[in-house]
């Protein structure tokens, strides 16, 4: 893979970050109004610059651009709300999804939506329209969540047990969600050319041209399930939006890397804080690792205990060619040293290697 840059970083703040230090509101509006998306993201491309000029975020003079998803911030919705789930906002958090717990009944007479015609994709379509029409152009994208994860919002906790008493709703709630999120990459890919700035913005600095599927609440499941019911999603996502990529959040990703090593077309993982690197590296070899940092621990821990983690990580994922780190979800109170600390530690590593 042809790097845009040497051991790339990334950052994310949670919104009670930007709100709490910059008044920044992730209500409805900051999402669907074309004046407020815009000028938010203005305004926090601006703030990062001007808080960490030395680093490589943000943007300094920032002008306005017509961004159509937050891809500052950490929010998968859509899709769940175009399945028909209601959606919460707030100032201070990241869209809530409701849990729409459908019955069985409720299940066995759904139909792939067409998207187009969902209430949120026409507001979304409606905001896309203003913004081209102003700028002749669109940027960025929408996190498109994922097959399990949608799945859950819609049926509940009770997808757990659907695996073993009720498997043909199961794979018919699946394929539904999946040709769903086919839909909306298909659109997005038609509108502004990029589908997972806004599930990780490291694939912006990898290849903005990856697709990255969030396998968050794999961790909720064994490998065993995953490979009856879900690997085949992941199959047919990669086979159609290439390059393909996987985010996997939890600390356990070392538990699904054989199943994950039968797939064959992945070429990013994003690796959960807390899993065995080695592990997964000697099972994926040649896969780039999006190394997660534990927004936690940036918070509370000292900056130099966050560069024993750091200097951990990047000791086992080598090659660091194929490494990147990034770190999600940073809570207000989380101190600008320990932020600074990592784009250190990085800079460190990248004058070990010279060729990627």
Request: hydrophobic share 35%; aromatic share 12%; with cysteine.
């Amino acid at each position: 893979m042809l790097l845009k840059e040497k051991l790339p970083v990334e950052i994310v703040f949670h919104p009670n970050w930007w709100f709490k230090n910059y008044g920044i509101r992730f209500n409805r509006d900051f999402f669907f109004d074309p004046e407020i998306r815009v000028e938010s993201d203005r305004l926090m491309r601006q703030y990062l610059y001007d808080r960490f000029p030395d680093l490589e975020i943000g943007e300094q003079n920032a002008k306005p651009r017509p961004v159509v998803g937050g891809i500052l911030l950490a929010a998968g919705y859509i899709i769940s709300g175009i399945l028909g789930c209601e959606i919460r906002y707030f100032d201070e958090n990241s869209p809530e999804v409701i849990p729409a717990n459908l019955t069985d009944e409720q299940i066995a007479g759904m139909e792939i939506p067409d998207i187009k015609k969902t209430p949120i994709m026409q507001d979304l379509i409606v905001l896309m329209e203003k913004l081209e029409k102003e700028y002749g152009y669109l940027e960025g994208d929408i996190n498109w969540e994922g097959v399990q994860n949608v799945a859950l919002n819609l049926r509940g906790h009770k997808l757990f047990t659907d695996y073993y008493m009720n498997p043909n709703l199961c794979r018919k709630l699946f394929d539904i969600v999946s040709q769903t999120i086919i839909q909306f990459l298909e659109f997005m890919i038609s509108k502004t050319g990029t589908t997972s700035i806004s599930v990780n913005r490291i694939v912006g600095k990898v290849n903005p041209g990856i697709h990255m599927h969030s396998n968050c609440t794999l961790t909720m499941i064994s490998p065993e399930t995953y490979g009856e019911y879900l690997a085949r999603y992941d199959e047919l996502l990669s086979r159609k939006f290439q390059p393909y990529a996987i985010h996997y959040c939890g600390n356990d990703m070392h538990k699904m890397r054989h199943e994950f090593a039968k797939l064959k077309n992945v070429v990013l993982y994003d690796v959960g804080w807390g899993s065995d690197v080695k592990l997964c590296r000697e099972t994926l070899p040649d896969k780039f690792f999006s190394l997660r940092l534990s927004p936690e621990r940036i918070r509370f821990k000292s900056a130099n205990v966050i560069e024993k983690d750091i200097e951990e990580l990047l000791h086992n994922a080598k090659p660091l060619d194929k490494a990147g780190l990034c770190c999600i979800n940073m809570d207000y109170g989380t101190p600008d040293e320990n932020v600074r600390r990592i784009f250190q530690v990085a800079q460190k590593y990248r004058k070990q290697f010279k060729h990627i």
